[in-house]
């Protein structure tokens, strides 16, 4: 079965970074792209970044540039790395995985992003004080 674990998220002071991880089972990285997605408390799900099986990467325009995905240097992860974090940051981060073209149109929100489409982790709660 499919298995998908974040980690790293903290509470961290403004300016702070954190590295997020998502250690995946039960899916073929080949046949799959993964993503980050945020929630933010009292908002909507909305997409971070995604990066497809052979490297490429798309980001949310509406995320800022000091977000970096890539692929984990253990096998079978994945990395948000954020650096310059700011209150608004706050949220729990989702790693996810479907097929390419689902999750990019998620990441950029041509598509509602959603907790019943494609595969999820439970989460990991980032928080930045000011």
């Known amino acids: 079965r499919v298995q998908m674990v974040e980690s790293g998220g903290e509470s961290v002071q403004s300016g702070g970074s954190l590295r997020l991880s998502c250690r995946f089972s039960g899916i073929s990285p080949s046949k799959f792209s993964m993503a980050w997605f945020r929630q933010a408390p009292g908002k909507e799900l909305e997409g971070v970044a995604a990066i497809d099986s052979d490297g490429s990467t798309t980001y949310n325009k509406e995320m800022p540039d000091r977000f970096t995905i890539s692929r984990g240097d253990a096998e079978n992860t994945m990395v948000l790395q954020m650096n310059s974090l700011q209150p608004e940051d706050t949220a729990m981060y989702y790693c996810?995985?479907?097929?390419?073209?689902?999750?990019?149109?998620?990441?950029?929100?041509?598509?509602?992003?959603?907790?019943?489409?494609?595969?999820w982790g439970q989460g990991t709660q980032v928080t930045v004080s000011s």
């Open positions: 996810a995985a479907d097929v390419a073209g689902m999750i990019r149109s998620r990441v950029t929100g041509w598509a509602t992003p959603s907790l019943s489409k494609g595969y």
